[in-house]
């Protein structure tokens, strides 16, 4: 995807140029790894088109031994907004956490959510959380003054997420994007050595249970995405809808049958249907609630 305006301040500029940098990077640290092939949804949605002649749209998606999805949903509007959507997810064979780099840049700042999400409830599933996150700890700790924490963020949003989640907000200065850019690249790393070392699961009723979790996530995110009403407004409803439930969160209607309310029954309404206001579940947490140990704090 090609640069666009510098914005206010050149940001965005930075922004973009660095969130193509690390969609190439990224797919070049995979493909020293294993052998990447194109998903079949980068058939019907890697030249989609926006509505307008300012915006640019760029959708990836490779399928691997290991890895189910590969993705990377790029938008730029030329002086406006810059977003980067890039999860990989992995075959139900294993219970690898879902790496998950979300950034959202305007001339006046960017938001960024960067995690491996877990596929488990760590705050249950003790055994899940020191597999994976237990080691990791000082990787949060790396970035947590230069990339700190951003503000109120409600038990809702935090349903998915992991210790090492890096929630951020601020000003989109080169400097700035260079900082999260390495952490990107470090997250995605941790993330391939993890995908590395996993071993297959043979006993179905594990590789049931994993699809199941990763199921309930995608569920969970293709009824949840904050990106959606941008879709909506540069490719219209009925391809933003194609686009999240085809591509950014493809097996939501394949990997499992249940629905929304299956697995989050409190979002009923008295008609059946789902409670669309956000945030309506839980307190909210305006420092970070984990300590150094990935120990939760609800407070």
Not at 45 to 73: C, E, G, H, W
Not at 213 to 227: I, S
Not at 282 to 292: I, L, V
């Given at each position: 995807m090609s640069g666009g305006g510098a914005g206010?301040?050149?940001?965005?500029?930075?922004?973009g140029s660095s969130y193509q940098r690390f969609v190439h990077s990224a797919l070049?640290?995979?493909?020293?790894?294993?052998?990447?092939?194109?998903?079949?949804?980068?058939?019907?949605?890697?030249?989609?088109?926006?509505?307008?002649?300012?915006?640019?749209?760029?959708?990836?998606?490779?399928s691997a031994p290991k890895i189910r999805m590969l993705r990377s949903l790029t938008v730029e509007k030329k002086n406006s907004v810059q977003v980067l959507d890039f999860a990989a997810f992995s075959e139900p064979e294993y219970d690898l956490p879902i790496f998950c780099a979300n950034a959202f840049t305007t001339p006046a700042q960017s938001i960024v959510v960067l995690d491996?999400?877990?596929?488990?409830?760590?705050t249950v599933d003790i055994d899940y959380k020191d597999k994976y996150y237990r080691d990791l700890m000082p990787l949060v700790q790396k970035y947590s003054e230069l990339l700190p924490w951003g503000g109120?963020?409600?038990?809702?949003?935090?349903?998915?997420?992991?210790?090492?989640?890096?929630?951020?907000?601020?000003?989109?200065?080169?400097c700035n994007h260079d900082v999260l850019f390495s952490a990107l690249m470090d997250y995605?790393?941790?993330?391939?050595?993890?995908?590395?070392?996993?071993?297959?699961?043979?006993?179905?009723?594990?590789?049931?249970?994993n699809g199941e979790a990763q199921h309930r996530y995608l569920t969970w995110r293709t009824e949840k995405d904050?990106?959606?009403?941008?879709?909506?407004?540069?490719?219209?409803?009925?391809?933003?809808?194609?686009?999240?439930?085809?591509?950014?969160?493809?097996?939501?209607?394949?990997?499992?049958?249940?629905?929304?309310?299956?697995?989050?029954?409190?979002?009923?309404?008295?008609d059946g249907t789902v409670n669309k206001k956000r945030s309506m579940i839980g307190k909210s947490f305006e420092t970070r609630p984990w300590d150094a140990t990935g120990q939760f704090n609800a407070g």
């Amino acid at each position: 995807m090609s640069g666009g305006g510098a914005g206010v301040g050149g940001g965005v500029l930075g922004a973009g140029s660095s969130y193509q940098r690390f969609v190439h990077s990224a797919l070049e640290l995979t493909r020293l790894r294993t052998v990447l092939k194109p998903h079949p949804s980068q058939e019907k949605f890697r030249f989609i088109q926006p509505n307008d002649d300012t915006t640019v749209l760029n959708a990836l998606s490779y399928s691997a031994p290991k890895i189910r999805m590969l993705r990377s949903l790029t938008v730029e509007k030329k002086n406006s907004v810059q977003v980067l959507d890039f999860a990989a997810f992995s075959e139900p064979e294993y219970d690898l956490p879902i790496f998950c780099a979300n950034a959202f840049t305007t001339p006046a700042q960017s938001i960024v959510v960067l995690d491996l999400n877990p596929l488990y409830d760590i705050t249950v599933d003790i055994d899940y959380k020191d597999k994976y996150y237990r080691d990791l700890m000082p990787l949060v700790q790396k970035y947590s003054e230069l990339l700190p924490w951003g503000g109120k963020i409600t038990s809702e949003s935090l349903r998915f997420f992991s210790p090492v989640v890096i929630w951020t907000i601020f000003e989109p200065t080169e400097c700035n994007h260079d900082v999260l850019f390495s952490a990107l690249m470090d997250y995605y790393k941790v993330w391939l050595q993890l995908m590395d070392k996993a071993i297959e699961e043979n006993d179905t009723a594990k590789i049931v249970r994993n699809g199941e979790a990763q199921h309930r996530y995608l569920t969970w995110r293709t009824e949840k995405d904050p990106g959606y009403p941008l879709l909506k407004k540069l490719i219209g409803e009925s391809q933003a809808k194609d686009l999240v439930s085809e591509f950014l969160f493809e097996g939501v209607n394949s990997l499992g049958s249940k629905s929304f309310l299956d697995y989050f029954p409190e979002y009923a309404r008295d008609d059946g249907t789902v409670n669309k206001k956000r945030s309506m579940i839980g307190k909210s947490f305006e420092t970070r609630p984990w300590d150094a140990t990935g120990q939760f704090n609800a407070g």
